[in-house]
């Protein structure tokens, strides 16, 4: 009777916690996924640039000899 009412009720409001709960992580989750990625995106660029100093540095070289 008002037993299996009351466990039911739990029950729900246990279940609609748990279901927030995973959804806040996946959230969470997904997110440190896209910073990742954009972090990596900037580790490019800044690899790039300081893969262009040695030529910067051969060309001032040159045009110091001219």
Known sequence: GIIMR???VILGVL???AG???GIYNSLKTARID???QYG???NQIQ????LIPNLVNTVKGYMQY
Not at 48 to 51: E, F, I, V
């Open 20 to 22: 927030c709960f995973v």
């Open 35 to 37: 910073v990742d990625a």
């Open 41 to 43: 995106q900037v580790e």
């Open 48 to 51: 790039r640039r300081a893969d």
């Open 15 to 17: 279940l609609l916690v």
């Open 6 to 8: 009351i466990l039911g």
